[in-house]
């Protein structure tokens, strides 16, 4: 199963992106799955992640500024980002939890730069 994570760049404060990861390869049903991010210098952090019934749960840093949701027929997961700030740049990377098998799947990062 691989992982492609698209959607970074390089945007001012209060702007927004929005990242899409695509899951494919021998997928039977993905579980959980989220979206973590790690700045220079700091340890990886989760930044929101959402069931497979479409309940999500946010980090405090992110919370009413970010939205996770995901497309259960297109195995993929999306981050809304809204009101951007410099501490939001980091590379953020995806992941998806395998139902049957409970493997745990992640994707490359796709870099996100805050700054004006």
Known sequence: VQLQASGGGLVQPGESL??????SGRIFK????????QAPGKQRELVASITRFGSPNYADSVRGRFTISRDNAKNTVYLQMNSLKPDDTAV??????DLISGENYWGQ????TVSS
């Open 18 to 23: 929005r990242l899409s990861c695509a899951a």
């Open 30 to 37: 993905l579980n959980t799955m989220g979206w973590y991010r």
């Open 92 to 97: 953020y990377s995806c992941d998806a939890e």
């Open 109 to 112: 990062g796709t870099k996100v």
